[in-house]
């Protein structure tokens, strides 16, 4: 450290690796499931067994995010022990970590293996994003970490959630929810709620932070089965509830003391070092369909008919719906489980969603019917990539000649760069940009859009009047649009809807259905978007609003009344 340079002996740094190994393999493997979380602890989330990878050979399932994963936990865990062993404070950590090589130790498998690219290169893009940068392969692959703007804070340099400023505990996210967020709030006057799903459809093509799982795709246990805290002891480590408090509605709803709450999947640096807990997106980073297609090529192929270019739907009634995962036709009613098939394993988050989705299904489809018929000799897999071609064009011209300038705004688009060219050919790319979603971005930033999402829903006939018998509360249908299968009319007229009612504004108001009825099922009491956003940030060691306003070239701020321009007095 001295004359600049560290001098870490070989030795450290094998010990280090090979206890982060046996660490992470106590912590994160069966053996904890095992002998911590009883049967009775285990979330018994019902999951169809949707685009599971299965081993030939044994036939268990194989699941690349999980397990690579618990790899990158192995190297939290070893970061943790070189930093003790240097004893390096947590700035120290962050920078010197990434710069020690895992090459050469017990968890040098964990390094993403060398990719070869098709030569020539293809035309048309690859399922997992690999070979797009024909300079950085692996760049915007799925299962690769979000990059920062900013970076990590966590309180022990490496992986625990970030504390406030003076070191200490920062405040319950529901309290905080509950003091500050009220409920819905003014309508918009001038767009439409295809801003909230659509926004929502995008996001799922470019961002999907995994909960953690064991290596069965089983949930640990954050809350008992009663809704109640579980002690510290019995607690898994990758668990971090929210506690409620009496007063709070849905504790008077239902007595639950225990929001549930589980840390997202880690993922390992491309560059294979040490280092700080990084997010894993288990999408494709670029923005290329692969919401509707897939983050990777068995999916894809799961979910093509193989002839004529086609993707799988379900006819019925004479309208186009979405396959339903095969095991999952007869699961009983409202047990919040995904049936219906699609790039994207969260397409029935809510039935406006599920309608999007729906409108890329058909649009894929009638494009690959018009491409057969003006060149009938194409086979399937031609015609397939072109029609995929095409549509993944429109996805993004879309959103950068539709969507942007309305949430940025057109001087935004303008000093950004970002306005497309009316004609010929854009010149701007850059094999230097990496097109990593920022963690950013995903654990904080964009979902500011969830103060738009509307409680009520309207569907609207064909002659865009409104169904009020069929019109419904948002809660009603979270994870459940498979449910609506025998109204297939529905998501015509949910779509209709959605480019006729407005939305809420961008503001610190949300609706209720997602601030207390998150996700409630048949349950008294649900989630909180708003606190758990909260929490999300800071388990991902995302900085402080006002570390941001500095970043975005504002002033730092010194004490909250000089915030007094930007929120309201009681905020
Ligand atoms: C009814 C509508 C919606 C519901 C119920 C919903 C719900 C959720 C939930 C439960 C999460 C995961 C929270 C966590 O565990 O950290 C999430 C994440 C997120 N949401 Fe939404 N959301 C909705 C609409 C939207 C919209 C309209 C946008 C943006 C336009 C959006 C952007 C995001 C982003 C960026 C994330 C992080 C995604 C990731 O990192 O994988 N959401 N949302
Ligand atoms: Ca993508």
């Known amino acids: 450290k001295e004359n600049g340079f560290l001098d870490i002996a070989v030795e450290d740094v094998q010990w280090a690796a090979e206890n982060g190994l046996q660490r992470a393999q106590y912590k994160y493997t069966i053996e904890l499931e095992n002998s911590l979380l009883s049967e009775k602890l285990i979330e018994n989330k019902i999951k169809c067994p949707a685009h599971r990878k299965v081993d030939k050979k044994s036939g268990a ?80 692959r799925r299962n690769t970490i979000y990059r920062r703007l900013l970076p990590a804070q966590y309180g022990n340099g490496i992986d625990s959630p970030r504390p406030a400023t003076d070191g200490g505990e920062l405040l319950n996210p529901r309290n905080i929810s509950l003091a500050i967020i009220g409920d819905d709030g003014p309508t918009s006057t001038d767009i439409t709620l295809l801003i909230t799903s659509f926004g929502q459809f995008i996001t799922h093509d470019i961002t999907n932070s995994d909960d953690f799982t064991f290596e069965n795709g089983s949930s640990p246990a954050c ?13 898994h480590p990758q668990c971090l509830p929210i506690e409620l408090y009496e007063g709070d ?25 040490f280092g700080l807990a990084e997010q894993l997106n288990s999408n494709t980073h670029y923005l290329d369909g692969s919401q509707i297609y897939g983050s990777d090529a068995d999916i894809s192929n799961s979910l093509r008919t193989a002839v004529d270019g086609l993707l799988k739907s379900l006819d019925v009634g004479g309208r186009q719906l979405f396959p339903i995962t095969p095991g999952c036709e ?43 018929a003006l060149n009938p000799q194409w086979n399937d897999e031609i015609l397939f990539q072109e029609a995929r071609r095409i549509v993944i064009a429109q996805l993004q011209h879309i959103t950068y000649n539709e969507y942007l300038p309305v949430i940025l705004g057109s001087q935004v688009m303008v000093d950004s760069g970002l306005v497309l060219p009316t004609s010929g050919y854009g010149t701007g790319y850059d094999s230097n940009v990496d097109p990593s979603i920022s963690n950013d971005f995903a654990a904080a930033a964009f979902r500011v859009m969830h103060s738009t999402i509307q409680g009520t829903i309207s569907l609207l006939n064909s002659a865009d009047e409104e169904e009020m018998e069929r019109s419904f509360t948002l809660s009603q249908y979270f994870f459940n649009a498979s449910q609506l ?46 606190a758990i956003a909260i929490q999300r940030g800071r388990e991902h060691g995302i900085p402080s609003y006002n570390e941001f306003r500095e970043f975005c070239g504002m002033p730092k701020v010194q004490s909250f009344d000089e915030l007094i321009d930007e929120f309201v007095q009681e905020v």
Request: hydrophobic share 35%.
């Open 61 to 140: 399932s194989i699941d690349e995010s999980i397990q690579q994963s618990i790899q990158a936990l192995a190297i939290v865990e070893a970061s943790k022990n070189l930093m003790q062993r240097l004893n390096l404070n947590a700035a120290e950590a962050s920078q010197i970590l990434t710069k020690v090589s895992l090459k050469n130790t017990t968890l040098e498998g964990a390094c993403s293996e060398t990719i070869t690219c098709p030569s020539p290169a293809s035309k048309y893009r690859s399922f997992d994003g690999s070979c797009n940068n024909l300079v950085q392969v692996n760049w915007g």
């Open 223 to 235: 809350c008992d089965s009663q809704g109640q805290l579980l002690p510290p002891n019995e607690l």
């Open 249 to 273: 509605a849905n504790f008077n709803a239902s007595g639950d003391t225990c929001m549930s709450f589980t840390r997202s999947k880690v993922g390992v640096d491309l560059s294979c070092t």
């Open 330 to 372: 007869n699961l009983p009613k409202r047990e919040l489980a995904v049936c219906f098939q699609a790039g994207d394993n969260r397409l029935e988050e809510n039935p406006q969603l599920t309608a999007v989705h729906l409108l890329f299904l058909r649009e894929h489809n009638r494009i690959a019917k018009e491409l057969k």
């Open 485 to 530: 299968l025998k109204d297939p009319g529905f998501f015509d007229s949910a779509l209709r809807g959605v480019t006729k009612q407005p939305p809420e504004v961008i503001d610190g108001l949300y609706t209720d259905e997602v601030a207390d009825n998150l996700f409630i099922g048949q349950k008294k009491s649900g989630g909180d978007l708003v």
